[in-house]
């Protein structure tokens, strides 16, 4: 990620004027400057192309081209959103609410399992505005760009704490009730609290924080998408709610977090230019790893 962010940062020069113009024209910018990152300089270009052929990606070359579109034009609109306090996010993004609103109705907070589909920072910083919400965040790696996206960010209202910082913050957050969002499509940095799933055709490990978060807390864990539809509004879909048992159960959380990689593995199949294959999602499954048993997943 830090070599978008790098050339991205090159770029900037292009995207000042992107701030004071419609919307649409700065979408316009950003899906040439993605084609710019994807096509010329071809920033992890191969190991995106490999991932979308492992996993049966029809035509991978032109999906992967309208993956890097598809990011440029969300970079684009968060430079457009965060350069006022009076952008209406709510024409740009649309949440399906209803799933949502049932789960926040118990109210003891809810654990979002989200993902890098659509424009999620965008998604994040619509949310804020109408309801509180904090973000588990990393941070990247070059100092003044990470300001400049913290800062961003938390000017739409949204919380931010660090991946470090989470156990100490999660419940303050969910007992008053509110939203807190955690990516389920990282590669985890740590070996403890996780389990092997078959993602996009290889074993990768999925975080089960968000589950057990949910779990201790006894709220709901939410899974969420997020697809930029031809109209260029970005839609969020809830895939799934797991409510937890009234006794905390560990298998409870491996199968609510097998059934979220599952879910997500499906949307991007059918969505493939809306995820960041550019992670390097596969990372750090043990060589000769047991494969666990995945059937019945969430059954009773």
Known sequence: MTL???????????????????????????????????????????????????ASVPDPAATASRMYRSLGISLLELLWAWSGPSRRLDELVEVSRARFDDARALGRGVVLAAAHTGNWDLVACAAARVTPLTVVTKHLSIGWLDSVWQRGRSRTGVRLVAEGSVAECASRVLARGEALAMMVDQAPERRRAVVEVDFLGARALADLSPALIAMRARCPLVSTVARRRADGVTEVRVQGVYVPPARPNREWARRATIEISRELERFVLEHPEQWLWMHRRWKGVP??????????VLAA
């Open 287 to 296: 060589p000769g790893s047991v494969r666990q048993s995945e059937a019945g």
């Open 4 to 54: 978008l962010v790098v050339a991205l940062a090159a770029v900037g020069a292009l995207t000042a004027w992107a701030t004071i113009v419609p919307v649409r024209f700065a979408r316009w910018l950003g899906a040439g400057i993605g084609m710019f990152v994807g096509s010329v300089l071809r920033i992890r270009r191969a190991h995106v192309e490999d991932a979308m052929a492992r």
